[in-house]
């Protein structure tokens, strides 16, 4: 449990120095789950996709939180 929270915080850091980096926001929000918050990385994933529209792992992630 410790090595998510330590990654969560990574990225939360992470997004605070680049939050226009789609890659960024992607791996903020692929680390969300694992903390259990789904509407965290669905707002980290539709900035992403705001940024670019075509990031195709991005889009794909959406698609999966919101179908579970």
């Keep these: 449990k410790e090595a998510r ?3 969560a ?3 939360m850091n992470a997004v605070a120095q680049y939050p226009t980096e ?4 992607y791996n903020a929000s692929v680390a969300s789950p694992n903390m259990g918050d789904k509407k965290a990385a669905l707002g980290y994933l539709q900035k992403a996709l705001h940024i670019d529209p075509l990031f ?3 889009n794909e992630l959406r698609e999966e939180i919101v179908r579970n």
Excluded: G, H, M, R
């Design 5 to 7: 929270e330590e990654k």
């Design 9 to 11: 915080s990574y990225w």
């Design 22 to 25: 789609p890659d960024v926001l």
């Design 56 to 58: 195709v792992k991005a």
